[in-house]
């Protein structure tokens, strides 16, 4: 039985009684009905343009929600609504069965959640809003990405008929004309490639029949906050482990739990949160951590109106991957390590000599000093000791003991 | 209060004129302030730790105790284990972050000689012409030709090969090795001022282009933003110096263009004031000018105007600047699809066509790399394929050869 796409997973508008919130649309696309399942060889039809279902990225927005709704009072201001649409591969009904509770991220029911998404936006310029698409992605700019739909690849219409892009939804929740003023807080996330598929000729023309989300009535000054946080560069593809998560969205998930955390002033109080610009930072970080990892290769690329705004508040100060390692390697074995605080008492205890190595551990967020002694003293070597500023996520340091 | 400012030992001059963005904080980690190391900040005393990132994400880190009444110094030195084993590698190392390979590839450095096509080989060619003009780019060469000057420099280190680039009629550099797809680079030069293209063997993979600004803080501030330092960006375009930059736009306009290209991106539209006009209009030969008047028109919800400055860019070519080339696609797209009130009605067809035009170029384009970059052996036709190792050399693949001028 069909799920009605009007009903928001989430829905706190009645108990917020027009107090500003956040609103959130999350689409996830697997299982594509018209293109070939993972694995099939077989090239299917052209207007697939080679490509296949996928394993991973419904599972993957469905992990967004769930992280979502179980931190639904950590962002500046409470969750209002959560839009949710789904579309489930084979693989992923079968390990997660509630993946069918949810509408299908087919063209009309996108487009109804995101006219309503939009409504509920433009209640007020002081609501924020959250954008999570995973699944197909064709490039067209650094800018834009056309995301594919449930339908893609029907051979019905245009080749893009049952795909969206980017820039209109970003565009179409700019001030509209006649509307009133919209959410001037805005967060994108694309999970999805953006390379260019060598079946899709002649592009251009393809490119103007995606089904437009919004009517966008060009009005007014943009000064919204709106970051889009691309998982994959133009031209690069997006990746994933099959069967579980992409990589882009355990990076993201990482970096909100504290891996992009920042102290600083919000609202005259300074706390601990995820700002646009710590999210920027630290995603190329943990990006790269999971290409190193996984032996992958995704560039993430930010775009969109990048002014710094919070985007979630953490409980408490993260921790921070911390990498040391003595320098030269000959000396290891003679160098103590001692992390003290500023007071000069132990604050971790660290083996000697250090295993693993390089030595790694996760520490709260701070200031600390790091102390080599050489034992026993060793003329080639000398004890030294240095000011260390741990802030997420990662901080390496090489101890150079000559 | 007392005052707190800051110094770097660097060797290298571009290190040396480096305005570093400088974060100032509590024990506590809280935030005092972003400002530059060429400022000096008021704070009480106490203790406060200060760190400053380099354009390729090094750190810098100090701890500072301020007492009543007395200035600090703090003297920002990168970790003994980061320091650059030598002052002609500190751009390499500080700005850029490519390690360079410094050694030969074996073969070489064993005196063995290839006995096929060398895969090993890197041309150089300056091209000049329009392609939004419909010009087929013809190559313009080095030293004595009266076109763009492209000329070697010695080399800074093993691994880099260092030139210069004045200004002429080229539009663009294209570097060919053979088993890779011919590169092109539009070349951010004026009239007035040119710029450093460094060919960095890397430890593995292709030779890499590096174009370097003159002016060192529009380089690093491409370098933080590339990096994703959105926080180094702002502080950087912060400072008089930017706005020094776009007030003295007939000194350095590719500079300027590049802090308002930083400031429409961080959404900070009140301090852009005239410049992009006057970026536009007193620069007839800068395609970036209508580029960035025209998105910053967009934003201000001025659309005609917008769409009048972007369908003029076919008079002065493809922007020299990537973010360049994705406004415009990104407006044209929306303008096509949506009419705009107070549309002139001969720009109502223009619009898709220009589109169909650009979007050739933005196919091919390296959207990571702020300056434009692209790919194909004919750049008014950009395409993916590979220049082919076996093929023989050709008088149209004459250049200047790369690795000649190679440390």
Redesign the interface.
């Known amino acids: 039985m069909a799920v009605d796409v009007r009903v928001p997973v989430f829905d706190e508008r009645a108990n917020l009684q027009g107090k500003p919130g956040l609103h959130v649309l999350i689409a996830g696309v697997s299982g594509y009905p018209n293109l070939p399942a993972p694995g099939d060889n077989s090239p299917g039809s052209p207007a697939a343009f080679g490509m296949r279902q996928l394993s991973s990225t419904t599972l993957t927005a469905y992990k967004i929600c769930q992280w979502i709704l179980a931190h639904k009072d950590s962002f500046p201001v409470p969750l209002a609504t959560c839009r949710v649409l789904l579309t489930p591969g084979a693989g992923e009904l079968a390990a997660e069965p509630s993946l069918q509770d949810f509408p299908r991220a087919t063209v009309n029911n996108f487009l109804q959640a995101a006219k309503d998404w939009r409504s509920d936006a433009a209640t007020s310029p002081d609501n924020m809003t959250l954008f999570y698409f995973a699944g197909h992605g064709i490039?067209?700019?650094?800018?834009?990405a056309v995301l594919l739909l449930e339908e893609f690849g029907d051979g019905l219409g245009g080749a893009l008929r049952n795909c969206v892009d980017m820039?209109?939804i970003y565009?179409g929740m700019a001030n509209a004309e006649g509307g009133g003023p919209i959410a001037q807080r805005q967060v994108y996330f694309v999970d999805a490639c953006r390379n260019?598929p060598r079946a899709v000729p002649n592009?251009?023309?393809e490119?103007?029949g995606t089904t437009?989300a919004f009517?966008?009535?060009?009005?007014?000054?943009?000064?919204?906050?709106a970051p889009i946080f691309y998982a994959a560069?133009?031209?690069t593809t997006a990746l994933a482990l099959p069967g579980q998560q992409t990589v882009f969205s355990m990076a993201l998930l990482q970096c909100l739990e504290g891996d992009a955390g920042?102290?600083?002033?919000v609202d005259g109080q300074?706390r601990w949160h995820v700002s646009?610009?710590?999210l920027?930072?630290a995603?190329?970080v943990k990006i790269e951590d999971l290409n190193q990892a996984l032996g992958g290769q995704q560039?993430y690329?930010?775009d969109g109106?990048?002014?710094?705004k919070p985007i979630c508040f953490l409980d408490q100060?993260p921790t921070a991957e911390v990498v040391f390692e003595v320098?030269p390697f000959d000396a290891l074995s003679l160098a103590r390590i001692e992390v003290l605080d500023?007071a000069g008492n132990t604050l971790v205890t660290i083996p000697w000599p250090l295993d693993p190595y390089p030595y790694r551990a996760r520490w709260t967020?701070?200031?600390c000093k790091i102390r080599a002694t050489i034992q026993p003293p060793d003329p080639r070597y000398k004890d030294v000791q240095?000011?260390?500023?741990l802030?997420p996520p990662r901080r390496p340091?090489?101890?150079?003991v000559t | 209060m007392s005052q707190l400012s800051f110094r770097t030992e660097f060797h290298s001059s571009e290190l040396q004129q480096l305005e570093l963005p400088v974060e100032v904080?509590k024990?506590?980690?809280?935030?005092v302030t972003r400002t530059l190391s060429t400022e000096t900040v008021d704070v009480p005393p106490g203790?406060y730790?200060i760190?400053a990132t380099l354009p390729a994400g090094v750190e810098l880190?100090?701890?500072a105790e301020v007492v009543a009444d007395k200035a600090t110094v703090v003297v920002l030195r990168p970790?003994?284990?980061?320091v650059s084993p030598s002052e002609s590698l500190e751009v390499q190392r500080y700005f850029v972050g490519t390690p360079v390979a410094s050694t030969l590839p074996m073969a070489a450095a064993l005196g063995l000689e290839s006995l096929g096509p060398s895969e090993d080989t890197a041309t150089l060619r300056i091209l000049a012409g329009n392609p939004l003009a419909g010009d087929r780019l013809v190559g313009q060469l080095t030293m004595g030709d009266p076109g763009t000057l492209l000329a070697p420099q010695p080399p800074p280190e093993r691994g880099i090969a260092r030139f210069v680039c004045w200004s002429g009629t080229g539009r663009f550099v294209q570097l060919l090795q053979r088993g890779q797809p011919p590169l092109n680079l539009a070349l951010p030069i004026s009239p007035d001022v040119g710029c450093t293209l460094d060919i960095v063997r890397q430890l593995t993979g292709p030779l890499a282009p590096e174009l370097h600004l003159p002016n060192v803080g529009a380089d690093s501030t491409l370098r933080y933003y590339e990096?994703?330092?959105?926080?180094q960006v702002?502080t950087a375009i912060g400072a008089i110096s930017f706005e020094r930059l776009l007030q003295q736009k007939m000194a350095d306009p590719i500079a300027a263009a590049v802090g308002a290209y930083m400031l429409l991106?961080?959404?900070e539209?009140d301090r852009l004031h005239d410049w992009t006009r006057n970026l536009a209009n007193m620069f007839p030969w800068l395609p970036d000018g209508l580029a960035l008047w025209g998105e910053h028109q967009?934003?201000?919800?001025r659309?005609a105007e917008a769409l009048t400055s972007f369908l003029q860019l076919p008079d002065r070519g493809l922007p020299i600047f990537?973010?360049g080339?994705?406004?415009t696609?990104?407006r044209l797209?929306?303008y096509?699809?949506?009419p705009?009130?107070g549309q002139p009605p001969e720009s109502a067809g223009r619009a898709?066509d220009l589109?169909?035009r650009l979007?050739?170029f933005?196919?091919s384009?390296?959207?990571?790399k702020p300056i434009l970059t692209f790919t194909g052996l004919d750049p008014s036709r950009p395409d993916d394929e590979l220049l082919d190792p076996s093929a023989p050399a050709s008088s149209e693949l004459d250049g200047l050869d790369v690795l000649q001028h190679m440390g």
């Open positions: 490039e067209r700019s650094k800018g834009d820039y209109n565009t260019l592009f251009e023309r490119s103007l437009p009517n966008v009535t060009l009005a007014g000054e943009d000064k919204r906050s560069a133009p031209g920042v102290f600083e002033d300074d646009v610009y710590s920027s930072e995603l190329a560039y690329t930010p109106q990048q002014i710094n100060a320098d500023n967020a701070g200031f240095q000011d260390w500023m802030r340091r090489k101890l150079r | 904080r024990p506590n980690m809280a935030l203790t730790h760190v880190y100090e701890r970790d003994p284990a980061d990096r994703g330092l959105l926080d702002r991106r961080l959404g539209l967009a934003r201000l919800g659309h990537s973010d080339l994705s406004y696609v990104d797209r929306l096509s699809r949506f705009i009130a898709p589109l169909a979007q050739q933005a196919d384009v390296d959207f990571r």
